[in-house]
């Protein structure tokens, strides 16, 4: 008598039927995604550009005296706030004071000069009606009157200008911000134009964010900006707009710019400075440095 064995494992309850489930339950899932990102890339990350390269910026005061002589006293060190106008460095102005008593004494000297041959020539052409006074005369005194003329302007200009040195022996803050770098010293004889510190605007700085070039093509002046700073972390989130691009990339400026037409080439891409202006009112409140890392996300869907 012959026996038909049964497959305990039938088509359905068998490990093929278990690995089938698993399976299609799996492309389930991984459809899923798939559209679930497709969704999500359409919506969100298509309408965003995001980078991490990108630095606080400033366009620092840098701090030189514009006459030479010995320093007599600094008023401010690193990291001190400073407000416009305020006295950062006195210079001595021993040299600067009898140098403009010297100029009002020659300007005082041109002035009377001038004064007395106003006065001649006054005379004379009131006397050249009557014919008392020569051509000649007239002509003397005109000649005296332009030569003392132009005498009294140089004198003038160089008291003006002795007046501007004595001024300039106190060097005061050009804007508000905080010092930086500060290298003068008291008793130090500085030149002009020579550096003593530098002032940054804590209040209006900028952000210079370098995107990739593959990712610019949708942006544009007026756009809309995140920032948030490593600073005060993804909690405290900055508000920019767009200002413009930079005239070339950061490899264009370099100290020694890529040679690409030379042996062999390989592309790399290029990464273009966007900046970014800041709202003024949330730097007062989270003040940011130069310098510091930002993570930039701009909306390029407007």
Not at 102 to 116: C, D, G, H, I, M
Not at 139 to 168: F, H, I, S
Not at 230 to 254: K, N, P, Q, R
């Amino acid at each position: 008598m012959s026996t038909q064995r049964t497959n305990y494992f039938d088509e359905n309850n068998g490990p093929k039927g278990l690995r089938r489930k698993l399976f299609a339950k799996f492309a389930v899932i991984l459809g899923s995604i798939i559209i679930l990102f497709t969704l999500y890339y359409i919506m969100v990350l298509s309408k965003h550009i995001t980078t991490d390269n990108a630095y606080v910026g400033a366009n620092i005061a840098q701090v030189t005296p514009l006459v030479s002589a010995p320093v007599k006293d600094v008023l401010v060190d690193d990291t001190q706030a400073v407000k416009k106008g305020d006295i950062l460095v006195t210079l001595d102005n021993t040299d600067a004071t009898l140098f403009l008593k010297e100029a009002e004494a020659r300007y005082q000297t041109s002035l009377a000069n001038f004064n007395k041959a106003k006065i001649d020539l006054e005379r004379r052409e009131a006397l050249s009606n009557t014919g008392s006074v020569s051509g000649d005369e007239l002509t003397a005194a005109k000649n005296a009157y332009n030569t003392t003329k132009a005498e009294l302007d140089a004198a003038e200009a160089t008291r003006d200008k002795a007046q501007v040195d004595l001024d300039r022996t106190i060097i005061k803050a050009p804007i508000d911000g905080i010092i930086s770098k500060r290298q003068v010293q008291i008793g130090q004889h500085v030149n002009t134009g020579m550096p003593l510190m530098i002032i940054v605007p804590i209040d209006d700085v900028y952000v210079d964010a370098n995107f990739k070039e593959v990712q610019l093509s949708k942006v544009k002046a007026g756009q809309e900006a995140i920032l948030t700073s490593d600073l005060y972390g993804d909690s405290i989130e900055y508000h920019g707009v767009v200002e413009g691009f930079s005239g070339g990339t950061g490899a264009a400026f370099a100290l020694i710019p890529a040679q690409n037409a030379t042996g062999n080439w390989i592309k790399v891409v290029q990464r273009l400075p966007v900046r970014i202006k800041l709202d003024k009112s949330e730097l007062e409140k989270h003040p940011l440095r130069v310098g510091l890392s930002m993570e930039v996300d701009v909306n390029i869907s407007k």
